[in-house]
C-alpha cells in the first residue's frame, strides 16, 4: 500500500512516500527549487517520491495533507474579527493567496497531479504527534509538539502505545511558545521561519539580563509549561510585524536593523528569551511526564529543533529517554500525516524494538550514481581523481589532519534541515583557526556561528557529557572537563565577541563559548563510509570527532544534486569535493563563470 504525505504553503513543502508502513523518500521542494524554505506545491518532491518508489499517480492508495486548511482559515477570520478594524491591511494582503490556492488543496492536488485517487486531511499537530511518535524506537511513549501554529493548537501533548496516538491537551493560538521565540528572532533583526537558530546561537554571548522582564510582562507562565502572552507587546495577530511600539519600549528601542551590527543588548535579548524557553521546555516535559506517566517522551515541531532546551530536557528532565523528530517542522508534518493514516487511519500493527528508530538516519532524500557524477564532472571539464572505495576514508582523513576543508557528497540526501554526513562540509575541530575560516571564506555568514561536532557514537562520553545517541544533532551537551583548557579565566570573563578568541578546549572549533556543543553521534551501521572516514582521522589524532556544517553557502538551501555541490564548491574556498569516489582538489580546477549550467535530473538508488 502506498501513502503519500503532503505539506506546502506555509514554509518548508514537503513529500513523503510511505509504503506498508516503510518511509521510502522523503524530501522538501527548496532541495529541487532552490529556493530556501520554499513553501509553493511540492511538484517536484512528488515526482522525485513516485520515481524513487517505482510507482505512479494511479498506484497511490492514499495522497493525505498534513493539516486542515479550512479550520486554519478560520481561525485567520476569528483573529481578524477580533481586532478589526486593526489589521485589514494583513488581512486584505494575505486573502489572495487563500482564496486562489489554500482554500482548495483537493481541486489544486487533482488539477496539479492529475489525480483522482483518496485525499485525506490530518490535524497539523496530529500529524507532528505521529512523526514523533510512529519512527521512534519506542512502543509506547509520550509526545509533546511545540510550534508557531497550527489550526489554532500551538502546542500539545499526549501518548502513544502500538499504533495509536492520542493528543490529550493543548495551547492555543495567539499563547505560542514558538510565536514568542520568533518575535525576538524579528526583534534581533534575523528573519522570522529561518533566523531562529541564529538567535539561539548568539544567546551564550550575552547575559539573561531581561529575563524577570519578560516573565513580568510578556507572559503569565504557569508551573505546568501553559502560559498567555501580554498581546497588548506583539503585532501578529493585527499586524505585518512580530512586536510592536510596546515592546520597543519595553526593551529600549526598535528591532535591529538585518545586517547592522550587532551589539551587546542584542546578545542579552538573546541570552534572556532562550532562557525563557528553556524554562518553558522543562516545566511542559514535567507536567507531561507526570500527566502520561511515560518514562521515554518523543518530540516535534519547530521548538523541538532548540536543541539546547533539548539537552536540558534529557539532562535534567524526568524522561528516562528522549527522541526528536529530525524534520520537526512543517517539512516533517508530510511523513507524519502519512504515517498516521498507515498506523491510526489504517489500524496497522506496529513493531518496536526499544532500541533503533524507523528514520533510516533520515537519509530519505535523493542519491546519484557514481556514472551519473562522473558524467557530469566530464561534461564540466572538472580534473578529479577517482578513488576505490577502500581509499576514500584514509585519503580525506588525510586531508583534514592537514587543516583541509572537504565538500563531502555521499550516498541519499538528508531529510531535514541538518546535514548528517550526507551533503556536508567538513573540517579539523583541533584548528583554533577553522571556524572563523568556514564561517566568513565558505559559508559567508555571521563569524559568531557555532559549528557542530560529528563523533564516533562509541566516544561520545569520553568527550562530551552525553550517556547515549544524538545521531540527528538535535542535543546540546557540554564538552567534558578533562578536554577543557585550563587557565581561561580571561575568556569566561570576556564580553560579547571578545569571548570568541578565547581557546576553550582540544576541540576549539565545535566548542561554543559556553564550552557546550551541538552533537551529531554516528554508527557504522547507518553511514559506514562516513563513520570510516572519521574512524580513520582518529586513529591518525586521537581525536574522534570532526566538524560537520551543512553543505551550502548562506541563504542557499542543502545541496542536492552533483550540480549543486560543485556550483557550491566553486564559489567558495573549500579545498577538496570528494562525490562518491571523485576527489577534486581546488587548485586544480579551471577558472568558472557566473552560471554553471543546471539540469533538472532525477537518479534513483
Known amino acids: 500500500m502506498n501513502i503519500l504525505g503532503l505539506s506546502c504553503f506555509y514554509h518548508d513543502s514537503a513529500a513523503c512516500l510511505v509504503r506498508d508502513g516503510e518511509i521510502v523518500a522523503a524530501v522538501q521542494e527548496e532541495r529541487f527549487t532552490r529556493k530556501k524554505h520554499d513553501f509553493n506545491f511540492p511538484a517536484h518532491s512528488i515526482e522525485w517520491c513516485l520515481k524513487q518508489g517505482n510507482i505512479s499517480l494511479k498506484d497511490l492508495d492514499y495522497l493525505v495533507f498534513y493539516d486542515k486548511p479550512w479550520v486554519k482559515f478560520e481561525r485567520i477570520l476569528e483573529t481578524f474579527l477580533s481586532y478589526a478594524p486593526t489589521g485589514i491591511t494583513q488581512f486584505i494582503q494575505a486573502m489572495p493567496l487563500w ?148 515592546f520597543e519600549r519595553l526593551f529600549g528601542g526598535p528591532p535591529r536593523k538585518p545586517e547592522t551590527k550587532i551589539t551587546q543588548r542584542d546578545m542579552d535579548i538573546a541570552a534572556s528569551i532562550q532562557k525563557v524557553t528553556e524554562e518553558i521546555m522543562l516545566r511542559m516535559a514535567r507536567h507531561v511526564h507526570k500527566v502520561t506517566g511515560k518514562d521515554k517522551l518523543c518530540l516535534a515541531g519547530g521548538v523541538a529543533l532548540n536543541c539546547v532546551g533539548n539537552g536540558r530536557i534529557l539532562r535534567e528532565g524526568p524522561f528516562k529517554e528522549i527522541w526528536i523528530q529530525p524534520a520537526s517542522g512543517d517539512a516533517g508534518g508530510a511523513l507524519g500525516a502519512a504515517l498516521l493514516v498507515w498506523y491510526k487511519y489504517l489500524g496497522n500493527k506496529r513493531e518496536a524494538d526499544g532500541k533503533n528508530d524507523k528514520q533510516k538516519a533520515s537519509l530519505l532524500g535523493p542519491a546519484y550514481s557514481d556514472t551519473y557524477i562522473e558524467d557530469f564532472l566530464k561534461r564540466e571539464g572538472a580534473p578529479y581523481r577517482k578513488l576505490a572505495y577502500p581509499e576514500i576514508a584514509e585519503t580525506v582523513s588525510g586531508l583534514i589532519d592537514n587543516g583541509k576543508v572537504i565538500g563531502w557528497f555521499q550516498g541519499r540526501l538528508e531529510f531535514g534541515p541538518r546535514a548528517l554526513g550526507a551533503r556536508s562540509i567538513i573540517g579539523d575541530p583541533r584548528n583554533s583557526e577553522m571556524q572563523s575560516k568556514m564561517n566568513l571564506k565558505i559559508k559567508f555568514r555571521e563569524s559568531f556561528r ?26 546540546v551537551a557540554p564538552v567534558k572537563e578533562d578536554k577543557r583548557l585550563k587557565g581561561n579565566d580571561d575568556g569566561d570573563k570576556a564580553q560579547g565577541f571578545d569571548k570568541l578568541k578565547a581557546m576553550r578546549s582540544q576541540i576549539p572549533a565545535v566548542t561554543h563559548v559556553d564550552y557546550s556543543a551541538r552533537i551529531q553521534t554516528v554508527k557504522k551501521e547507518d553511514q559506514p563510509l562516513y563513520y570510516d572516514m572519521i574512524n580513520a582521522f582518529y586513529r591518525k589524532t586521537g581525536c574522534p570527532v570532526i566538524i560537520n556544517t551543512s553543505f551550502n553557502v548562506r541563504g542557499e538551501p542543502l545541496v542536492c544534486s552533483p550540480e549543486d555541490a560543485y556550483k557550491c564548491f566553486m564559489r567558495t574556498e573549500m579545498d577538496h569535493l570528494i562525490m562518491g569516489p571523485f576527489l577534486l582538489d581546488k587548485t586544480a580546477q579551471k577558472p568558472v563563470g557566473k552560471d554553471i549550467k543546471w539540469q533538472k535530473v532525477f537518479e534513483l538508488d
Open 99 to 246: 482564496l486562489k490556492q489554500k482554500l482548495w488543496i483537493p481541486q489544486m492536488i487533482r488539477k496539479e497531479l492529475d489525480y483522482s485517487g483518496k485525499i485525506l486531511f490530518t490535524e497539523h499537530h496530529e500529524s507532528h504527534a505521529a512523526s514523533a511518535f510512529y519512527p521512534s524506537p519506542f512502543a509506547e511513549a509520550a509526545f509533546l509538539t511545540m510550534d508557531g501554529v497550527g489550526e489554532w493548537e500551538t502546542a500539545s501533548f499526549g501518548a502513544g502505545k502500538g499504533n495509536d496516538i492520542e493528543i490529550q491537551c493543548h495551547l492555543k493560538f495567539p499563547h505560542s511558545l514558538g510565536l514568542l521565540y520568533s518575535a525576538f528572532t524579528y526583534y534581533a533583526g534575523f528573519r522570522v521561519n529561518s533566523g531562529e537558530y541564529k538567535l539561539m546561537g548568539l544567546a551564550p554571548y550575552g547575559e539573561p539580563k531581561y529575563t524577570d522582564l519578560i516573565l513580568n510582562e510578556l507572559l503569565d507562565l504557569k508551573e505546568d509549561g501553559s502560559f498567555k502572552l501580554n498581546m497588548k507587546y506583539f503585532g501578529y495577530c493585527n499586524g505585518l510585524r512580530m512586536t510592536n511600539r510596546r
Open 450 to 475: 557555532p559549528f557542530a561536532p560529528t563523533v564516533l557514537e562509541d566516544k561520545v562520553s569520553d568527550w562530551f557529557d552525553l550517556d547515549g545517541e544524538s545521531p540527528y544533532m538535535l542535543l
